[in-house]
């Protein structure tokens, strides 16, 4: 089972994660994710994995040290069978040792999506986007 996931890092650098058997690679991609407050200790992960019948996004929250908040994800996905927008949100909690899973959603094969993952805490927001669409 392969899982890709975006993160974006303290310094505002984003890389793509592929994992499979165990074994993992990382590559910088192009522009394929933001955060608002690069030298923040909140990080947003947004992760796409297949399931059976579809692919599952999962919204995570990194943390270094313990924080709680609200979170808006927002989800766009376009294909053969017309357009669905996604919206999730509620209060957040993440510690170092307890990374937040804040959202998931199961999509069906095929289409282009874009997701948005805004993190308001503390009176700062972090944000984790997709600038691309992503094939899926």
């Known amino acids: 089972m ?3 996931a975006l993160t974006t890092f303290r310094a505002g650098t984003t890389a793509l994660f592929v994992a499979a058997a165990g074994l993992g690679a990382a590559c910088g991609g192009p522009d394929l994710g933001r955060a608002a407050g ?3 200790p909140v990080r947003c992960t947004l ?7 579809g692919q599952r996004l999962e919204a995570r929250i990194l943390a270094d040290r313990p924080v709680k908040g609200t979170f808006t994800l927002r989800i766009a996905r376009s294909g053969a069978g017309g357009i669905a927008d996604i919206r999730q949100d509620g209060a957040f909690s993440a510690a170092p040792d307890a990374p937040g899973s804040v959202g ?3 999509l069906d094969p095929g289409g282009r999506l874009t997701a948005v993952l805004d993190l308001d805490w503390e009176g700062r927001r972090t944000r984790c986007s997709l600038s691309d669409p992503v094939e899926i």
């Open 2 to 4: 392969a899982i890709l």
């Open 104 to 106: 998931n959603v199961t």
């Open 38 to 40: 690069a030298d923040t």
């Open 47 to 53: 992760a796409l994995e297949p399931v059976p019948g």
